[in-house]
């Protein structure tokens, strides 16, 4: 019998050949993923999804009031501040919570991974999905507190998509990262809510990166989440805000290097989930 | 019949690491033992080979789970896989469905694949039923079309229409069993891979899931089936596949498989078992014999002869009260019957020495096939000094014409009475 009658052939390294043709055969499994995601989010919660509209409610007031009535920092253009932080907000909470769910996404699935064959790379990504839903939420939010302030977008506002897709390719290049080292490294479960929290602060969330001085900002844009917070600020304030054009395409490098790399490595590590974790 | 699936060479390398402090191993080692391989590496250049682990640093064996293993399936084949704990069975069907990479060898497979090395995998307690089903289904690969076209018969299938709405955190274990095996039933895949699922749920359910593999065979599809209870592995499968350490030890009919399968289980084979000296304990059994009329040992026998187990025993002390305990199972552990030396007499008071009870099986008890004996020395009402499970094993041959082959348990010479019913005359 002839090599091509078979339809599947397993083999030691060359990793699996058809790895973007499963992918897409496993497209359901991955829509229904996020399904379960979202819908077992909130079960058994008294206040449910409030709880996507109390988080970033809640933060921007501490924001706003510790960041902008107490520092005194400056907003960009004439927005006013819970604006100029909302519009952070978005990208940052996408990425923070994208990252945290994704890279205990393999773990909580272990059982998964040890007894079934699909393409892993699904349980880092859909877990992402989820994120995003919380993000239309907050989004929907921030359309509340322009109309409240009066506050109305320009164009840029057409942008805006590029700066969702760089925030999750970011935070997906993290998550395959942190997922896959999580696997046999489960230190990365510390790591991570640490990471998160550190970076609310060292990012430009509760303040503008205008207040980094300029001689700092390209190494501050390092950070690939500044470069995506300067975008959407950029897409929703309008007007007056310019972007620091340098720092923003280092960040996106950054972030696109990121995403690349932990794709790579999660390829690389994959074959050995089952096994380790 | 085509091949449709094709295991060449397969071979499965794992490392047992014999640190003792923590399973996962944590970043700081991870980087205290790069660094002290970079050391070494930088000391000694020329050992230093690429990927493999540098002698004496990490203390990991190599263990191969699977050692060039080769064979095929032709399409529409029910193979049934044998084999002791850890010889190498889930190792290999996770390597047919794809959860891990094999480290040698390859394997061809023809057609779609499920494999079912769990019931419920990826079963979310906190949904309900219905969407359970849906997760379940996508999990092991069939289409939301494909679902929802089945969906009547699954709940059929796990008898939970009243429940569907719960969810399965909420379902008795039973309930749970019963939804998981039903979303795999009803996979339609061409080649099913099935590990031990039939050990869970209760007698009834096992005969149920028994049932539908049987009839999954009979639509042509191919299925591999790992079992330690050989009666459905004989039930389900015509060939078997015994693997022992790795390697294949046998394929081919599934009774000649069971056969060597059992008969490999234990050491002895001239019909003589003996055991340790154990002074330390009051009684112990130091040997067990299967002897024919004449006294000879042996290990085989014909249905028509009759058998004595020679138990002999060491008592270190006086006992006044005491038995010998024989059982007798068939290979898929079932106890045909159990005697103890009391049976039919009161023994008498032991003092300090070495004995022997023979246990006398009578011709045409038992039909022909393997049985596993098991043996015991006691003290009533409590006290057991020592046990030996499936001690030895008792081979019986048949001699009867395939035509009157007998089914069940006994071959006993059962008595008939014949009447002509007409002129009320006995004949025969």
Known sequence: ?277 | MSTVIKVENLSKRYYLSHQQKENFPTLRDAITRTASNLGRRLLHPLRASSGQPLEGLDSTEEFWALDDVSFEVKQGDRVGIIGRNGAGKSTLLKILSRITEPTKGRVSIKGRVASLLEVGTGFHPELTGRENIFLNGAILGMTRVEIKRKFDEIVDFAEIEKFLDTPVKRYSSGMYVRLAFAVAAHLEPEILIVDEVLAVGDAQFQKKCLGKMEEVGKEGRTVLFVSHNLSAVRRLCARSLWIDRGQVSFLGDTEKTIQSYLSSSIPMKEGIVKFKEQQDKPAYISSVELLDEGNNAQSSFLVNQLVKVKVTFVANRRFTLWRVYVDLKNPDGTIIFSTTTQDNRDVCPIERGIYSASLIIPSQLLLEGPYLLSVAFGEPPTKRHDYHENAIVLNLCGTSFVFDRKIGFLSFPFEWELEDELDDKERC
């Open chain 1, 1 to 277: 019998m002839n090599e091509e009658d078979f339809d599947l052939i397993i083999e030691p390294t060359k990793g699996f050949k058809n790895y973007w043709r499963d992918l897409w055969r496993y497209r359901e499994l991955f829509v229904f993923m996020a399904w379960r995601d979202i819908l077992v989010r909130y079960k058994q919660t008294v206040l449910g999804l409030a709880w996507s509209v109390l988080r970033p409610v809640l933060i921007l007031i501490v924001f706003t009031v510790l960041f902008g009535k107490l520092a005194k920092f400056p907003t960009e253009g004439n927005a006013p501040y819970p604006i100029l932080v909302l519009a952070a907000l978005l990208p940052w909470q996408l990425f923070a919570n994208a990252l945290s769910e994704s890279s205990n996404s393999l773990i909580t699935n272990a059982n998964m991974i040890s007894k079934i064959y699909f393409p892993r790379i699904i349980i880092p990504s859909s877990a992402v999905i989820v994120s995003c839903v919380d993000f239309l939420i907050t989004l929907a939010l921030m359309a509340g507190v322009m109309a409240w302030y009066q506050y109305l977008p320009d164009a840029r506002i057409l942008t805006l998509p590029i700066f969702v897709v760089l925030a999750i390719l970011t935070a997906l290049g993290g998550g395959f990262w942190m997922s896959a080292l999580n696997v046999k490294y489960r230190d990365f479960r510390y790591i991570v809510p640490f990471m998160v929290q550190f970076g609310l602060y060292v990012s430009p969330v509760g303040f503008s990166s205008t207040v980094v001085p300029d001689s700092w900002r390209l190494l501050y844009s390092l950070n690939p989440m500044v470069g995506v917070i300067d975008g959407f600020r950029w897409a929703l304030l309008g007007g007056d805000v310019d972007l620091y054009w340098p720092g923003f395409f280092l960040s996106v490098l950054i972030g696109l290097a990121f995403f690349c790399s932990g794709l790579v490595y999660f390829r690389r590590e994959e074959r050995s989930f089952a096994d380790v974790i």
